[in-house]
């Protein structure tokens, strides 16, 4: 397909257990954005990529939490060691360049994930 | 202390009935986005504002950017059915990243 896909779309995680969810970006899109959407609320930003360089990580939660994007196509967010408080939709999102006032982001289904 | 603050967090009205959801700051944006999320689903963009007092219509969709660009508005004239999701506003304040507000979950009753 053309769009954002992320896998898998539903992650069960017994607490203290590592998750890597993945995302596809849109193909050439050369920003990707890693968003937290906790239940009945707005997402919040974690990370960004410009290419394979991580340029902000300023709202990743802990350092429990990693994203790479090695290629600068697919990026995967690990979260280590699972906290209840981790439960929430994981959203991806992609632009097509670096950035900008106007810029649309493009965002994927989300990873929903819950920890036990 | 949320950045951005939307009102109301949840409306439930009748089809055909008109509605307003407002999003306000204290900070100044470049830039506003409106997006409508439906379960199970990722935001969509709906409409980019970018100057103040700028005036946007999508449809039976209105979206105003405050004259400061810290507010926006989005109106729904006769709402049916379909018109039903989560509305997020979300503001650029530097660089690439969003920062959205808590939404507006709207339910449109046949």
């Known amino acids: 397909g053309a769009g954002v896909s992320q896998s898998p779309r539903y992650k069960v995680a017994k607490r203290g257990q590592d998750v890597a969810l993945r995302c596809d970006p849109i193909?050439?899109?050369?920003?990707l954005f890693w968003y937290q959407q906790a239940l009945g609320q707005g997402p919040e930003f974690l990370t960004y990529?410009?290419?394979?360089?991580?340029?902000?990580k300023s709202g990743l939660p802990s350092d429990r939490f990693f994203a790479e994007r090695p290629e600068g196509s697919v990026s995967t967010l690990k979260i280590q060691r699972t906290q209840q408080e981790d439960s929430a939709v994981y959203l991806c999102?992609?632009?097509?360049?670096?950035?900008?006032?106007?810029?649309?982001?493009?965002f994927g289904p989300g990873t929903r994930l819950t920890v036990l | 202390t949320q950045l951005l603050e939307q009102s109301p967090q949840f409306l439930s009205i009748q089809e055909g009935e008109n509605l307003t959801v407002y999003c306000n700051s204290s900070?100044?944006?470049?830039?506003l986005q409106w997006y409508r999320q439906e379960p199970g689903e990722g935001p969509v963009l709906l409409v980019t504002?970018?100057?103040?007092?700028e005036v946007k219509k999508l449809k039976r969709l209105t979206f105003q950017f405050g004259d400061a660009r810290k507010d926006s508005s989005l109106h729904i004239t006769a709402a049916q059915p379909g018109d039903t999701g989560l509305y997020l506003c979300?503001?650029?304040?530097?660089?690439?990243?969003?920062?959205f507000g808590e939404g507006t979950q709207l339910t449109v009753n046949p």
């Open positions: 999102a992609s632009s097509l360049t670096p950035g900008g006032i106007t810029d649309t982001q493009y």
């Open positions: 193909s050439g899109h050369v920003s």
């Open positions: 990529f410009q290419n394979e360089a991580q340029l902000d």
């Open positions: 900070s100044v944006f470049s830039s």
């Open positions: 504002v970018v100057t103040g007092g």
């Open positions: 979300a503001g650029v304040l530097g660089g690439s990243r969003l920062t």
